[in-house]
């Protein structure tokens, strides 16, 4: 089956810096890669998404890469600001409706102010 | 987007009672629903998929017959804790991914249950 890691664990940035959240996985016919954030005592929340057919992909300060022959793929925020503190997750699979996503450990992320 | 909905967002129990979660995909039809259980500080842990119509698929280590699964119709699956304990205490997490067995199949997550068990 497929197998996530994602790193680091927990991240601490400068508010207005950038943050970079990385994820590896192992199966070559996941083909779809979306990142969710997680707020206290709340679901996650589908931040961004990409498939497997594009490398890059960007939306407002939020962009996600992906390098399906390293098999990773990873989230960057730029100009951060002291909402974007939260856990994120990365998740693969297939784009498949009736399939499971597999999940990334997820990244507790700290801005200071 | 769209929206899954879940209720209730918290619920305090007794021990040996039973407890129902209800998730609903609001703007799309599921045939397949997602329930996983999440520790504090911990990653999501899947614990069934459940399939409209038919019987839910189990995860290793999760019992059938403590967390009973319902998927009666496209739009609606419920969670049963039964007999809880404190030991099941937990946020557990509903989710839906649109375009059923198609392309563009985005997973929505409900708001997540905080079950009490005193």
């Known amino acids: 089956g497929e197998n996530v890691e994602q790193h680091p664990s927990t991240l601490s940035v400068q508010e207005g810096d950038s943050a970079v959240i990385k994820c590896t996985y192992s199966d070559s016919a996941s083909n779809y890669f979306p990142w969710y954030k997680q707020e206290l005592g709340k679901g996650p929340q589908l931040i961004i998404d990409i498939r497997s057919n594009v490398g890059e992909k960007k939306d407002q300060r939020i962009a996600v890469t992906l390098n399906k022959t390293a098999k990773h793929f990873s989230l960057h925020i730029t100009e951060t600001q002291p909402e974007d503190s939260a856990v994120y997750f990365c998740a693969a699979g297939r784009d498949f409706g009736n399939e499971k996503l597999t999940f990334g450990t997820g990244t507790r992320l700290t801005i200071i102010p | 987007g769209a929206v899954v909905s879940q209720h209730p967002s918290r619920v305090i129990c007794k021990s040996g009672t039973s407890v129902k979660i209800e998730c609903r995909s609001l703007?799309?039809?599921?045939?397949?629903m997602f329930w996983y259980r999440q520790f504090p500080k911990k990653s999501l842990m899947l614990m069934a998929t459940s399939n409209e119509g038919s019987k839910a698929t189990y995860e290793q280590g999760v019992e059938k017959d403590k967390f009973l699964i319902n998927h009666a119709s496209l739009t609606l699956s419920t969670l049963t804790v039964t007999s809880a304990h404190p030991e099941d205490s937990s946020f557990y997490i509903c989710?839906?991914?649109?375009?059923?067995?198609?392309?563009?199949?985005?997973?929505?997550f409900g708001q997540g249950t905080r079950l009490t068990v005193v």
């Open positions: 703007d799309f039809q599921a045939t397949t």
């Open positions: 989710s839906a991914r649109r375009g059923q067995g198609a392309r563009l199949a985005e997973a929505f």
